[in-house]
């Protein structure tokens, strides 16, 4: 199962500022959604920056996803969460999938990013975060209720 953007999970509380590979988004209900309605990664407040995953695949001409962290709990043997107070850090094997840092009380920084061992072609660092082939650098999105839309 994977987390519908129509039903944050429960305790779900986004940060009011999340910077995204460089991109600041204010106010913004989904960092990235699938076909509209598919949160695969969704970054809330608390004592670390607590991350919710969901990984991709594809059986014939559809695409599914499961969710692999709940709220900084693997639910794979592959995935690994380490959470310190104001920082998370989720690990595909040796692959790190998601850095996160608390920048402030409602504020919160993703440094590192890779969601491809999660089937998506989405990755990036502090400068740059790479769509396919697109490069997001430096944009600020305010009051959204999503940044990228994807499908």
Request: charged residues 15%; aromatic residues 6%; positive net charge.
């Amino acid at each position: 199962m994977s987390q519908a953007a129509a039903m944050p999970p429960l305790g779900y509380e986004r940060f009011r500022v999340l910077n995204l590979c460089s991109n600041r988004l204010e106010n913004v209900q989904f960092p990235i959604l699938i076909h509209g309605d598919i949160a695969p990664l969704l970054i809330g407040k608390g004592s670390a920056p607590r991350v919710w995953l969901s990984s991709g695949l594809i059986k014939g001409d559809q695409q599914m996803f499961f969710q692999v962290v709940v709220d900084n709990f693997a639910r794979s043997p592959q995935v690994r969460v380490e959470s310190t107070a104001g920082n998370t850090v989720v690990y595909h094997g040796n692959t790190v999938v998601c850095r996160v840092r608390e920048t402030g009380p409602d504020e919160a920084s993703v440094t590192s990013l890779d969601l491809r061992p999660a089937g998506l072609n989405i990755h990036g660092n502090s400068n740059i975060l790479y769509v396919g082939q697109m490069k997001h650098s430096g944009n600020a999105v305010s009051d959204s209720r999503v940044f990228l839309n994807i499908g």
